[in-house]
């Protein structure tokens, strides 16, 4: 971002923030830590992440055992050993890092508004929050609530989130998509203080220009004579509301929403734009997408970001980078760089190899190739030819590493050294 001071312009530094996974599965060593383990190596790092200062702390969240659920009829990661994540409540967690900081922000990377209660009962606890959280007049730390559907779709059927018909069935890739635009319209006008009913939600229909294929389309429209006793394929297909209720909102309502930020975790460009009709609501992005569409999604919200959010910047858009640091003592500046390539390598062969029970050697290639990897001005180098000077970094440092103390190093080498030579100090 340019600004002006005092008759000139200057460029502001790039922003890092830090990612934390609390992903219980063996790294690329083999060892798995306990749940007390995993969340003591979290809030150290945590600690730590404020005291180098990064912006903001974006937290995992999942829901439900990984594990158990590979014995069910349709495993979403058979092959994965061991958790995906244990934050499972957001809100808890967040009030355990926010009392161990004093300067980091912390946000929801990302929270399911399916799951947990669905939309209604996640905005309650995001005002329970922050009324608490701002209760001290001088708090200006914000809470980032990155919200989504959720990576698993097992995750929500418990609470609902599922076919409830035939018609539902054959369309559900596309219907669990406008399932979750209609629980975000709940969800952020009841943040914004609305007493609605769902009478006042935007209604789902179902069209052709929703599924990939005419076949795919015409499956659903005969789906919908049977089940609907239509004479004719139809052109729009009404789907009943998931969400059914009378005047609500939610409490407590004063707090203050000016330490609130809002993050949408998807790529719906339709969905992007809507949401923003009741709210500013930023975007995530990861390092492995496209350029083009980066660059596309920047235009987008550029036009339409909500007003009362200003003007829409780069860094609204975090971007996830993987970083494979080495500055461990004793090694050569090469010996660094070939130590950090092996340590990439392993961690996501091992990532791969438990999402998918195989190595596919091109997507190991793909994801070192999206990864920061070496010695302390490597990684600087690679953040300065990637990434545009105003975007914000979202650093994740124990992707399949569990040796706490070592990702400790790494932050600290990252803040101190690397970040100095991207910003131009050094």
Same mark, same amino acid.
């Given at each position: ?34 749940? %007390? ?22 937290? /995992? ?15 979403? !990661? ?15 967690? /967040? ?74 069935? =054959? ?48 499956? !659903? ?8 006793? %239509? ?31 809002? !993050? ?10 809507? =949401? ?16 083009? =569409? ?26 996830? !980078?993987?970083?494979? %640091? ?13 130590? /950090? ?37 490597? =990684? /600087? ?46």
């Amino acid at each position: 971002m340019m600004v002006e001071e005092c008759g000139r312009y200057e460029v502001t530094p790039m922003e890092f923030d830090i990612f934390f996974s609390i992903s219980q599965t063996p790294d690329s060593r083999g060892y798995k830590p306990t749940e %007390l383990e995993m969340y003591s190596n979290f809030l150290d790092q945590a600690i730590k992440a404020d005291e180098l200062g990064f912006g903001v702390g974006w937290i /995992a969240q999942a829901h439900l055992s990984t594990e158990v659920q590979k014995k069910n009829s349709s495993p979403v !990661v058979p092959h994965y050993p061991g958790e995906v994540g244990l934050c499972t409540d957001f809100f808890q967690t /967040a009030g355990a890092v926010l009392s161990r900081t004093k300067k980091m922000e912390v946000g929801s990377a990302v929270m399911s508004i399916l799951a947990s209660g669905g939309p209604i009962a996640q905005a309650e606890r995001v005002g329970s929050l922050i009324t608490l959280h701002g209760m001290d007049p001088s708090e200006s730390r914000r809470i980032h609530i990155g919200f989504s559907a959720g990576r698993f779709e097992f995750m929500a059927r418990p609470y609902g989130i599922s076919p409830r018909n035939r018609l539902e069935e =054959v369309s559900w890739k596309v219907l669990r998509g406008k399932i979750f635009s209609e629980a975000s319209e709940i969800f952020l006008r009841l943040i914004s203080g609305e007493v609605i009913d769902s009478s006042m939600i935007k209604e789902t229909f179902l069209r052709r220009d929703d599924f990939r294929s005419d076949r795919e389309w015409a499956l !659903v429209q005969n789906t919908a004579i049977e089940e609907l006793k %239509l004479d004719e394929p139809p052109d729009n297909i009404l789907i009943p509301r998931r969400y059914e209720f009378e005047s609500i909102a939610t409490v407590p309502m004063e707090w203050n929403r000016d330490l609130l930020n809002l !993050v949408l975790g998807s790529h719906d460009k339709t969905l992007q734009i809507e =949401v923003n009709k009741w709210r500013p609501v930023q975007v995530f992005n990861l390092s492995i997408t496209p350029p083009e =569409v980066i660059e596309e999604t920047h235009a987008r919200m550029k036009a339409n970001y909500h007003e009362d959010g200003g003007p829409w910047e780069r860094s609204m858009m975090p971007r996830t !980078v993987m970083v494979f %640091l080495n500055d461990e003592p004793g090694l050569s500046e090469s010996e660094k760089s070939y130590a /950090a390539l092996e340590e990439s390598r392993s961690s996501i062969k091992t990532y791969w190899s438990a999402l998918e029970g195989t190595i596919d050697p091109s997507k190991v290639e793909r994801a070192v190739d999206n990864a920061v990897i070496g010695n302390v001005q490597d =990684v /600087a180098n690679q953040l300065s030819e990637r990434f545009h000077p105003d975007d914000r970094i979202m650093c994740w440092f124990d992707f399949f590493n569990h040796d706490n103390e070592r990702v400790k190093r790494d932050m600290e080498s990252f803040m101190t050294k690397v970040v100095p030579r991207v910003n131009g100090g050094v």
